[in-house]
C-alpha cells in the first residue's frame, strides 16, 4: 500500500481532508424515486394525494404532473372533477387543448368526448349507430374533495381506501373555517408565488423529523423567524405511532413554563407543525409534501382560520419573493437550506449524528413500508372502513402551567 492509500480515512476521505480523490456519490433511489413501477412510487400510488385547490379546477383543462406521472384536470358542467391521462386514446392529440362541456371533456382534434371517468361518450366522426365508443376507454384516475383541496387515487383499483379526516380539522368552530393553499412554497420558507418547490420531496418531508435545526436556522442563525424562545435547545423524544412517528420537543421557557412541542410526520407524506408563535393547544393545520417527479414537489396545506381574519400566518417577517438572492444569502431559511442540498441530495455523502435520530427513524419507517408494499402488503394509515376514517393528527405546543 502506497503513502496515499494509507491516509484514507473510514469514510473514504484523505486523512488531511483534501477534497482529491474523494468517491463518487450517490441518492438513495429507493427512498426519492417516485414514478411508476418504483418502490416508493408504488407505496406513494397507494394513498390519495392533493394535487390542486378544489376552486381551481373548472372548465379550462390544466395540466398535471404527480408522482412522475403527466395527466389533465378539469371540472365539468356537472360540478365533477376529473383526472385523466393527457393523450386522446385516438390519435394522441392533448386533451389540454380540450373543450370542457356538462357531459366531460372533448378531444379538439377529431372531438372524441370523455367523461371524468374516461369513458368515451361521443365520436362524432364515426357511423351513426356505432358502438365503437362503448370498447374504449381514456386511462383516469379517481378524484375525491374534501376541505378546499382536490385528491386523486392512482394506486391499484382494488386496494382503494377511502380518503381519510383529521381529526383537528373537524368539528369546526361557528366562527372559523378550513381554509386551502397550494400548490406552493409556504411550508419550506418559499412563499404563494412559487407553485414548484425545485427539490426531492424527501428532503422536505424528513425536515419535519429534525427538531434540532430549529434553535439554529430558525432562531440564531442570522434572525429570529418564529419566536425567540425557539432557540432554547430541547430535550426531544421520537416514538413510533400507529401512522408514522412524531417527536416531543420539551422546553423550558423563561417564564418557567414547561412546553411540549410535539410534530408528526403520518405515513407517507403528511405532517402537521404546530404553531410557530408558541400558542398553546393542538395545531391548526394539516400539511402534505407531494411528489411531483424525482426533483420537484408541491406543498398544499389546510388549516383552520378565524372568518373574521381568514389566512395563514407567516413565519418571516418579510416576503420571501420579496428577498432579493443576497437577502436571501445572509438571511437563509428553509428553502435556501433545502435547495442547496442538490435537487436530489447525495446520501451517501452524508454524516449522520445522534441529533440525527429522527431522519434515521423516518427512513427507516419509509423503506419498512415500501417493502412491505413490495411483497404484496398494506401499508400504515389506509382506511377500508368508515368508522376509522376519522383520524388523530396529535401536534400542538402542549404547556405544564407554573405551579
Not at 60 to 69: D, M, Q, W
Not at 260 to 270: A, E, M, T
Not at 273 to 285: E, I, K, M, T, Y
Amino acid at each position: 500500500m502506497n503513502t496515499t492509500e494509507s491516509k484514507i480515512n473510514f469514510v473514504g476521505r484523505n486523512a488531511d481532508g483534501s477534497a482529491h480523490g474523494r468517491p463518487q456519490h450517490s441518492s438513495d433511489d429507493e427512498l426519492t424515486q417516485v414514478g411508476p413501477g418504483t418502490p416508493c412510487g408504488e407505496y406513494m400510488r397507494r394513498y390519495w394525494q392533493p394535487f390542486a385547490q378544489s376552486a381551481d379546477l373548472n372548465a379550462t383543462p390544466k395540466n398535471l404532473r404527480i408522482l412522475g406521472e403527466d395527466l389533465v384536470m378539469f371540472r365539468d358542467g356537472q360540478g365533477r372533477a376529473g383526472v385523466l391521462t393527457p393523450r386522446c386514446i385516438h390519435r394522441g392529440t392533448s386533451l389540454f387543448y380540450g373543450k370542457v362541456d356538462e357531459h366531460g371533456i372533448r378531444c379538439c382534434y377529431h372531438g372524441w368526448q370523455f367523461d371524468v371517468e374516461g369513458r368515451c361518450i361521443d365520436q362524432p366522426c364515426e357511423p351513426a349507430g356505432s358502438s365503437f365508443k362503448d370498447r374504449v376507454r381514456q386511462p383516469w384516475y379517481p378524484v375525491q374533495e374534501r376541505y378546499g383541496l382536490a385528491f386523486v387515487y392512482m394506486g391499484p383499483p382494488g386496494k382503494k381506501p377511502l380518503l381519510p379526516k383529521w381529526d383537528i380539522l373537524e368539528n369546526v368552530a361557528d366562527d372559523h373555517l378550513v381554509a386551502a393553499i397550494g400548490p406552493s412554497g409556504i411550508g419550506v420558507g418559499g412563499s404563494e408565488s412559487e407553485p414548484v418547490v425545485p427539490w426531492n420531496w424527501l428532503q422536505d418531508y424528513e425536515n419535519t423529523m429534525d427538531p434540532f435545526h430549529v434553535p439554529i436556522l430558525h432562531a440564531s442563525f442570522t434572525e429570529v423567524h418564529f419566536h425567540p424562545e425557539m432557540a432554547i435547545m430541547p430535550d426531544v423524544d421520537y416514538k413510533l405511532t400507529a401512522l408514522g412517528m412524531h417527536y416531543s420537543a420539551h422546553r423550558t421557557l423563561e417564564d418557567g413554563r414547561d412546553m411540549d412541542r410535539v410534530s408528526p410526520c403520518i405515513l407517507p407524506n403528511v405532517r402537521s407543525v404546530p404553531d410557530v408563535r408558541l400558542a398553546a393547544g393542538q395545531s391548526s393545520r394539516v400539511g402534505w409534501v407531494v411528489p411531483m417527479d424525482d426533483a420537484n414537489h408541491l406543498c398544499f396545506h389546510a388549516f383552520l382560520t378565524p372568518k373574521a381574519k381568514p389566512g395563514w400566518v407567516q413565519g418571516r417577517g418579510r416576503k420571501w419573493s420579496a428577498m432579493t438572492d443576497e437577502e436571501k444569502q445572509r438571511l437563509p431559511g428553509d428553502y435556501e437550506a433545502q435547495i442547496s442540498q442538490g435537487a436530489i441530495t447525495l446520501h451517501s455523502e452524508e454524516h449522520l449524528g445522534a441529533s440525527d435520530k429522527g431522519i434515521i427513524m423516518l427512513r427507516k419507517l419509509l423503506r419498512q413500508q415500501i417493502r412491505l408494499v413490495q411483497h404484496g402488503g398494506d401499508p400504515v394509515g389506509l382506511v377500508y372502513d368508515a368508522k376509522d376514517v376519522v383520524q388523530t393528527v396529535g401536534s400542538g405546543n402542549f404547556y405544564r402551567e407554573v405551579a
